[in-house]
Structure formats: structure tokens, C-alpha cells
């Protein structure tokens, strides 16, 4: 199972890392534009930071612009997945980038059906809108199921990698339902680390040591 780290930031990304569990980065034009540099310089800094693949979402909105922009983005660094969103164009750009060996999966995916294309064109990975998806009405983590389902009944190796998390109650039930990989912002990664047990809990070890000082001391 993968944990990817949602952002553009540096910063975060830094954080995160330091945590230990961070498998790669994903971004998207969005959260590239929040910051104040240029598209190549913000891969080229997240790249320095990340152990695992960096995910660069194409502009472009027709197939040799998409294609053109995957090529381009495989010279800013070493593991570039290219994210192409499920448009005709994007399905037809797929198709040409994974017959030439470049590393590229759809995203921006609110179906099954988009996600069954997307397998059979050999994608790397698919990026359902697990949040954008309960926004509308429909259900998240229910069309993640069925897709990681259909994949399984099929062998395909595509990545399931749910995107648009919103909070640790759908990360949570996304991991029950064993999906391949995870993406969400650094908040929603925060958001995993404090418990009020926990807090209690280290309050009361520390009581109970009084001043007693470093364990290390004879
Ligand atoms: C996926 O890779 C996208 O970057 C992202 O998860 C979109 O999420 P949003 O709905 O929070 O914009």
C-alpha cells in the first residue's frame, strides 16, 4: 500500500518526509499555481526532497500538446509519473505515451467506466476524485471499491491510487478496503498523528517518572 503526499509545497513535503511513510508526491496544476514559481522549478524542488515518484499533471488539452508535455516533463527529473486527465484526448495521448514506455495514468477519473479505459490503455495508475465525488452526491469510496474489484477480476496492474481525500475518515475507509494507494493533502496526513489517548497517556508516563531524569542515567 502507498501513501502519496497531495501538495506543491516544499515545506510540507520536508515534514512529511521526515515522518518516514511518504512513498511519492502527487500534484496538480492548482496546487502548483498556489505557489509563486515557475511549473519546472516546483517539480525540480519537490524531486530533491522525494524518495519515490513525482506525479505532473499535463496543461494541454489536445493529444500531441499532451504528448509534447510528457516528454517534457521526463527531462525535469528522474521518476516523473505523468497524469493525464480522462478525456478523449487524455485517453488517446495515454495510449501513445505507454507505447513508447513513458510512465503516464489518468486522472481527474469520476467512473468506472473512465477507469476500465484507462486499464486497458495500459495506465500506470488511475486517480478517482474520491472527494469531488462524495461533493456531488455520489459515492467516493464506493466507485474506488469497484474499480479495484474489476481490476482484480482482470489483472490489471493499473494503480488504483484514490485522490481528493477530504478527511481521515475516508483514508480510513479506503484502507479497509485495500486499495493500492492513497494520496491526500498535509493536513489530512497531520490529521493521523494525535489521539487523545495518546496524550493522556504520555502525560501520565511523564508523572509517574517524576524527576527522576534521563532513562540513560546509572
Ligand atoms: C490528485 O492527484 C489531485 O491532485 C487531488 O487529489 C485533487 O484533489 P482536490 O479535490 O482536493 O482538488
Redesign the pocket.
Known amino acids: 500500500m502507498k501513501l ?1 503526499l ?1 501538495t506543491g509545497d516544499t515545506g510540507a513535503v520536508r515534514e512529511a518526509m521526515a515522518l518516514g511513510v511518504i512513498d511519492g508526491v ?3 496544476p ?2 502548483v499555481a498556489s505557489t509563486d514559481d515557475s511549473y519546472r522549478t516546483v517539480i525540480a524542488n519537490l524531486a530533491d526532497l522525494v524518495d519515490g515518484p513525482l ?1 505532473v ?1 499535463v496543461l494541454a488539452d489536445d493529444v500531441e500538446g499532451m504528448v509534447e508535455e510528457a516528454h517534457g516533463y521526463q527531462q525535469w527529473a528522474d521518476d516523473i509519473v505523468v ?1 493525464i486527465p480522462a478525456t478523449r484526448e487524455g485517453f488517446e495521448a495515454l495510449g501513445r505515451l505507454r507505447e513508447t514506455g513513458v510512465r503516464a495514468g489518468t ?2 477519473l469520476f467512473s468506472v467506466e473512465q477507469a476500465v479505459l484507462a486499464a486497458k490503455n495500459d495506465a500506470t495508475f488511475v ?1 478517482p ?1 474520491v ?2 465525488l462524495d ?1 456531488a452526491g455520489s459515492d467516493g469510496v464506493g466507485t474506488v471499491k469497484r474499480i479495484q474489484t474489476i481490476y482484480d477480476t482482470y489483472g490489471f496492474e493499473t494503480e488504483v ?1 484514490a ?4 478527511n481521515t475518515t475516508q483514508a480510513v475507509a479506503l484502507y479497509e478496503a485495500g486499495v493500492d494507494a492513497v ?3 498535509p493536513s489530512v496526513l497531520d490529521d493521523h498523528i494525535p489521539h487523545p489517548g495518546t496524550d493522556e497517556g504520555v502525560a501520565g508516563f511523564e508523572a509517574d517518572w517524576g524527576d527522576r531524569g534521563s532513562p540513560l542515567t546509572e
Open positions: 502519496y497531495d502527487t500534484t496538480n492548482s496546487l506525479f499533471q497524469k486522472t481527474v486517480a476524485y472527494g469531488r461533493d491510487l485522490a481528493s481525500i477530504r494520496t491526500m493533502s
